[in-house]
């Protein structure tokens, strides 16, 4: 018998608002990909991550900063999850970013983040 998994938004929210990265890596598939669009990488030419290595070098370097993270207006179907991502640098600089995940076997196997942030 199979065993089928199921998302759990709590839990990526709880990891993303306390850094807890390698809760972050297992919420992703193994094949998954990650693209991040903003003022430097726009959508013609994005960052491609493929495979979770790739994704935990991101959340790695991500969960290593001194900022506050809190999600914001989730929305959540069975395959589908999109939610908006506010963070706080300490001095004061804002980054928001919107979040559009895909889901198959309670796996997020496509992460597109859009992102801006405060110009220092």
């Known amino acids: 018998m199979a065993t089928v998994t199921t998302f759990s938004f709590d839990t990526l929210r709880n990891a993303l608002e306390h850094t807890d990265e390698s809760t972050l890596i297992d919420l992703y598939a193994d094949n ?4 991040v669009i903003d003022q430097t990488r726009p959508p013609s030419t994005p960052l491609v991550l493929t495979g979770k290595p790739a994704i935990a070098e991101l959340f790695h370097d991500i969960c290593s900063r ?6 914001q207006d989730p929305v959540i179907t069975p395959d589908r999850v999109a939610f908006n991502e506010a963070c706080r640098y300490p001095d004061g600089v804002r980054v928001l970013s919107s979040n559009f995940l895909d889901l198959e076997g309670g796996k997020i196997v496509r992460h597109r983040l859009v992102q801006a942030w405060d110009q220092a």
């Open 32 to 35: 998954a990909e990650l693209q």
């Open 66 to 71: 001194a900022m506050t993270h809190e999600i």
